[in-house]
């Protein structure tokens, strides 16, 4: 059994269920935000399934110099606290450097560890330091075993509020795989798992300029990896996929997302 993770009134971990990490991959604009967060909100609500919303306020890992990239710190950390004070909801956003964690910190639930940046020593023991709940993003390059080094890394600050996300491992020239025996590994480590389905059907720079992905494939490992017994699964959603300014073809559309988290409870059920 893993360790439980307290994010507010959300509990990580321990058996405790599948949480629920969702939202756009990066903030395109406030009323977007509001109300995508709204819908993941009342449909989470609706099942009984804990909710923290996650976007993105700068995505500073983009494979092009012309990709979108976000309305930057400060414009995105207002439209995230303004989502987090008008709907009492969690916070999780990746944060790419150390001069940005101070301001951060003021807003989010959850420092997000890009995955990456997950070997980045400094870097992540000064996100420990904040005593906030730490998601680390396995990097795609890194076998499960290799994530205790970094738990260690953030365990000597004294913090362990720790989560892992698996988002796929590197499997030949701009694909991923997942292996879901990483979870049980990772997991066997003592720290609630993630799985984050959209980013594990990613194809990295997939289309020349700009990642490519395979959404077809999210509803059936979500499936997979909640029935092998992830802690909870991480999906990115937005209105129009088609149209989404990052990360579109990997991301899913809020009607199939409904769809898909009923399917979770389901499974939920079963297992139970």
């Known amino acids: 059994m893993t360790k439980i993770i307290d994010i507010g009134r959300i509990k990580v971990g321990g058996g405790k269920g599948i949480v629920l990490i969702a939202g756009p991959c990066v903030i395109e604009s406030a009323q977007m935000c509001l109300s995508v967060a709204a819908r993941l909100k009342t449909m989470a609500k609706a099942l009984g399934m804990p909710f923290i919303f996650k976007a993105s306020y700068d ?12 309305p930057g710190l400060v414009k995105g950390l207002e ?22 964690i101070a301001k951060a910190k003021s807003v989010l639930d959850i420092i997000q560890i890009p995955a990456f940046l997950c070997r980045q020593t400094d870097f992540v023991l000064d996100c420990a330091k904040t005593g906030l709940a ?24 004294g913090n362990r509020r720790i ?48 990642s490519g992905g395979e959404r077809r494939f999210v509803p059936a490992l979500t499936r997979a990896a909640v029935a092998f017994g992830c802690d909870g699964i991480f999906l990115e959603t937005h209105p129009k996929p088609e149209e989404a300014l990052c990360d579109g073809p990997n991301s899913v559309s809020l009607t199939e997302l409904e769809k898909l988290l009923k399917e979770v409870k389901k499974i939920q059920e079963v297992l139970k």
């Open 134 to 157: 730490i998601n680390i993003k396995k990097g795609q390059f890194l076998a499960p075993w290799d994530i205790a080094p970094i738990i260690k890394k953030i365990e000597s600050t």
């Open 79 to 100: 439209i995230l606290k303004k989502v987090k004070k008008d709907l009492g909801i969690p916070i999780l956003s990746d944060v790419h450097c150390r001069e940005e």
């Open 163 to 210: 989560i892992i996300t698996e988002r796929g491992f590197t499997f030949g020239y701009n694909n991923l795989v997942s292996d879901f025996r990483s979870l049980k590994i990772i997991q066997d480590l003592g720290y609630p798992v993630i799985y984050d389905a959209t980013h594990s059907v990613q194809l990295p720079s997939g289309k020349g300029c700009s």
């Open 59 to 70: 995505k500073a890992n983009r494979t092009s110099l012309e990709s979108f990239r976000g």
